[in-house]
């Protein structure tokens, strides 16, 4: 029986899924009874060759520049915007930022367009543009944000997390966007069962992950779906959200110690 990659508790079986797409026939996913975590044992099995043809081939259909309404694209505009507002209240600092698994770049180029905020960007699938970094270049680098959208949900291993929050530095915080659920339905038709989605996150496995990886607290962003885990509370963050939040008369941003908990 595999285990769980967060909490390495065994895992159990759960459901099955028939794609018939992208090489993939009948997928396997597992639950973790301990803390809810689920993931495709049939995709964390596959070399890494049989992986690296499934995303680019995926990637390549769905989300290239002149793809519109890609599946489940992650809502970059609210994100550049979100981000943006935490540099102007200095509670994050971009002159230091990675987006790792960045696709095409489409974040970085809202950023740098219509807000003149530029960050690098890295992705082992896509080819390299402009601000795109190589896999020797980010190597034992750290800095002081790491963003990842849409990629917690696409690991099959659990070095693959360890190796995102490897380039957060010590004082840093990891950005992400991906699904979380109190719990994960046991549903293979379930919206976000698409053929590289393979990793999915609990409220109670994600806050296992935080505190292993040495986070205190976060917020989230509900109109971005991101989290932003800090490794120390930022000054003065409670009165900066609060103030936020009333400049915008909307529950713009929610601040927790520990994880943030939204979806339940």
């Not at 995926?58 to 550049?80: G, R």
């Not at 698409?194 to 296992?208: D, E, Q, R, W, Y």
Request: contains cysteine.
């Amino acid at each position: 029986m595999a285990k769980c990659f967060i909490c390495d508790h065994e895992s159990r079986f759960y459901f099955r899924k028939q794609f018939d797409e992208y090489g993939l026939s009948n997928v396997e996913y597992h639950e973790c009874p301990s803390c809810g975590f689920v993931f495709s044992k049939t995709h964390s099995e596959m070399d890494a060759g049989t992986w690296e043809k499934l995303n680019t081939s995926f990637h390549e259909e769905f989300e290239n520049p002149d793809t519109v309404n890609s599946a489940n694209s992650p809502p970059y505009l609210l994100q550049a915007a979100m981000l943006s507002i935490l540099l102007k209240y200095q509670v994050i600092n971009l002159d230091s930022c990675l987006d790792w698994g960045s696709g095409y770049g489409r974040l970085s180029k809202i950023l740098d367009k219509y807000f003149g905020i530029q960050i690098n960007n890295y992705d082992k699938y896509m080819q390299p543009e402009r601000n795109f970094l190589s896999t020797n270049e980010i190597k034992d680098k750290k800095f002081a944000v790491v963003i990842n959208s849409a990629v917690f949900e696409h690991v099959t291993q659990r070095r693959f997390l360890d190796e995102i929050n490897s380039h957060v530095s010590d004082e840093g915080c990891l950005i992400f966007h991906t699904v979380v659920c109190e719990k994960i339905p046991q549903d293979p038709n379930w919206f976000y069962l698409l053929p590289v989605h393979c990793a999915f996150h609990t409220n109670k496995s994600m806050g296992i992950l935080m505190g292993q990886w040495g986070y205190s607290c976060s917020i989230y962003c509900p109109t971005s779906k991101m989290w932003i885990l800090f490794r120390k509370k930022p000054k003065d963050i409670e009165p900066i959200v609060k103030a936020i939040n009333t400049e915008f008369q909307t529950d713009f941003l929610y601040f927790k110690s520990g994880f943030v908990d939204f979806w339940k």
